[in-house]
């Protein structure tokens, strides 16, 4: 039979990425923060990025301390556990789980009142043992969730709403994690979608800790003139140091690297970095480098945004720690429990 | 001078004791002392005696003092004893204040040059020139420190009528084979017990003859057994944080791991263990492992669990699994470290804010040690809860004869979890909701596949589907059906051990006072007064506990601590009793001994 009907115009097929799942896949629930906040846009670079990745939300694993950052992790990657720990805590919880299982993707968001004053401890070891994990820091200059007290990150001299003054310096978490021998440092700034993407995407393939501190204003707290890190004086003051192109491993061969201006820096999963330096000389391998870079910026008000410092050789705590390929989580009885032999082996010892 | 010396006595003289005497060691810290003790101990323990040791050592890494006594027991008493029959006092520091709380009669072996034997009359001097018979014992000077130790075992050995023959063997065992200090130290032994047998009269007051009593034991530590106990558990992830006296759980431990638990393919490893930037870390650590599907433990003391406290209460509300040693000590803050006390009862019961409840385990003895470590992993699982493991430094690090270990061939219970194939069939998961009545929900873990299972874990409100929830039923839900859970570990964990001899009147105790008021019990018994004694082995209270209570007139609750906290857990369980209760301490950091108890029951039945 001939049909006269008119076909309805296929509407637009919904993308998918290689895993065949639509960026929907990929959120959570619905954010309670406050309208503009800039924790939002930092959640939906984290969807798109983790989409654009071919994550397999499954083994995504997010965990958080206590603040309004760390409420975020419910409202991304739905099909990913969550854990929403305790104040300033969320690197042990990390650990934990990541040596528990190693084919987990560990995302971690902090606040920098969550990973500055009172997880510092932890921060700073975290980094150091160089668990896999992809560590956030949602940097507001205050604390959210508790109404708007001073974090320890808030520049001298800033103001609360309140008008009170800080006169303490600010610790800086990217000098502090280069510091520390963190091998992927990066700052950016949630009102830069752009770059944010593309870092999240070299983050992903990372092994290691990735320290990434993200300028994200408050806007009930933090967003007034005299703030430093409100999104007008932000959006003044941020001084992006390059284009990056990320180039996911199966894409390789296709990639035309220009001559000359650009480097490639390889992950030991084989994905690269193509890094425009626009910063004339900004050598991202270069440790002490990137100390001064930032430094310097920062004493002329500046935010350097973008790939601070790289390093990809390094190798992160399970491997550190010589454990077996499949995860501990997975193994049973068998490979745990010794023999009844062993055990009389070792009781004959004791006699 | 040549001794007349007397043959050694082989049957009980009015006076002689007879394989049961107490002898104290004084000696300085890192003088390696503690090598010639343990020889001692273990010659002893190879004449067939049971015998115990306690090391009272000083929070110093050298140069303070320190006390090692070792009591041996035909009856099997190996509870500390108070009085001491023989004292052998190598440090001039403390020499006069030991003679001054001898016990009359006491053996005083002594360094010559302290010149102690004009002190009392009331005692048996015995001088002994170690300088003299170190110098021409070993040839290399540095040394001397070290074997000078020796050569009071082998008088000691001499004197007690200790065959050489066990105290060479006991040598070469606690030195593992290394073949110039196992010499060394044999010959210093040698010439002290050379120059005793030339130059001293036998004596008759302590005699150690031959028995049969510890064919087939071992000697192990409180700490040893837990962490062979975790080893056979399959423990996978270790977090924790060096504290005495629980450091050498976790360090013994990775002794055993180095050994056990490498893959024999790849030399790969089936367990982290990382020392932590704290105890905070740590137990981030044991709960996240837990939560992901590891099994996992910390080993600490009081104040590591105080640190730990807000995480113990978020694992407790959130449900992840964890096993958490708590080899207790003297406190608070810093306290006397190095000395033993059971005051972190109430901390373990109860740990964090809010409401808590948690799971205890309490083992008595070194077999319990390992098998309530072992069981430990399986509550943990079974409950997804923190479990504590308490024990003392008592247990924790002194040296204990025991049975050798049974084959805990039970296997692994890893609780509820649910697999992919499992999550894809349930059509209305959630995590927290209680599907069979025991209060106890099913769980997934991260890295499932199947795009089932996926949850959010968190400290704040939540309601069955672990959605965030400030409702007030859903927060009743969540904490009456925690408690519903805790009902249910009453059918699980480890019951009570009875030792009646028909009355009454109950005595209750737990963990490291178990050899203490057995001890008491009997001499009680002794002089008229039988009890039935009860110990105890776990948090929650078992329905064995309830009919205890309930049946006795009067329960003397035992402890080593000065709040009585376990009689205070007992006043808030069984409120209609609470007059019942009444409690014998014993708090000072040495470990309790029979006479203590025996004093204080006395009383309390006179009046
Ligand atoms: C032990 C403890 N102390 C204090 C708090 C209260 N508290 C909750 S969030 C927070 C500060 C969060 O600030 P930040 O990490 O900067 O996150 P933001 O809310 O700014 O995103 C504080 C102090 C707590 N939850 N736990
Ligand atoms: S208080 Fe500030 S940080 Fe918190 S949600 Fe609102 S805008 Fe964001």
Redesign the pocket.
Known sequence: MTTATPSAPNPPATPTNKLGFTKQDYVGSKSTLCAGCG?DAITAQIINAAFESNLEGYRVTKYS???????TPAYFINQGWGFNS???RMPSIATGASLANRNLINIGI??????????MGQFVHAVRRNIPMIYII?????????KG?F?A?ADKGSHLKSGAVNDLPPIDPCTLAIELGCGFVARCFSGNPKQLNTILKAAFAYEGTVVLDII?P?VT?NNHDASTRSYKHVKDHDFPLHDLGFIQYSEVEDVEIPAGQTEIVTFPDGSKVAIKATHEGYDPTDRFGAMKAVHESMAKGEFLTGLLYINPTQPPLPQVLNLVDEPLNSLGEAQLKPSEATLNEIMQALM | MTATLAAPATSGGAKTRINDFSIQVATVNGSGSQTANTVLLRAIFQMGVLVSGKNLFPSNIAGLPTWFTIRASAKGYVARKASNEMLILMNPETAKDDIAKADPGALVIYDEPLQLDKLRSDLAYIPVPFQKLVTASCPEPKLHKLVKNMIYVGVAARLLGIDMEEVKKAIAKQLKGKAKAVELNQTACTAGYDWAMENLEDQDHIKVIRDNKTQGLIIVDGNEACALGALFAGVTVVGWYPITPASSLVETFIEYAEEYRKDPKTGKSTVAIVQMEDELASAGVVLSAGWAGARSMTSTAGPGISLMS?FIGMGYYVEAPGVFFNVARTGPSTGLPTRTQQSDVELCAKASHGDTQHINLYPGTMEECFQFSYDAFDLAERFQTPIFVVTDLDLGMQNWSSKPFAYPAKPYDRGKVLNQQQLADMQDWGRYKDVDGDGICYRSLPGTPGGKGAYFTRGSGHNAYAQYSEKPEDYLAVVDRLKRKYETAKTHVPGPVFRNLGSDKGVLAFGSSDPAVIEAQDILAEAGLKTDYLRLRALPFTAEIDAFVKEKKVVYIVEQNRDGQMANLFRETYPEYATKFKSVLHYDGHAIDAKCIVDQITAFEQK
Do not use: A, P, R
């Open positions: 924790h301390g206590i603040g309004c950052s760390s409420k305790v104040h300033g902090s606040g920098d009142g969550d990973s500055m004053s009172i997880g949602e940097d507001n200059g205050v604390y959210g969730l508790t007290q974090s990150t994200s408050c707290f | 807000e």
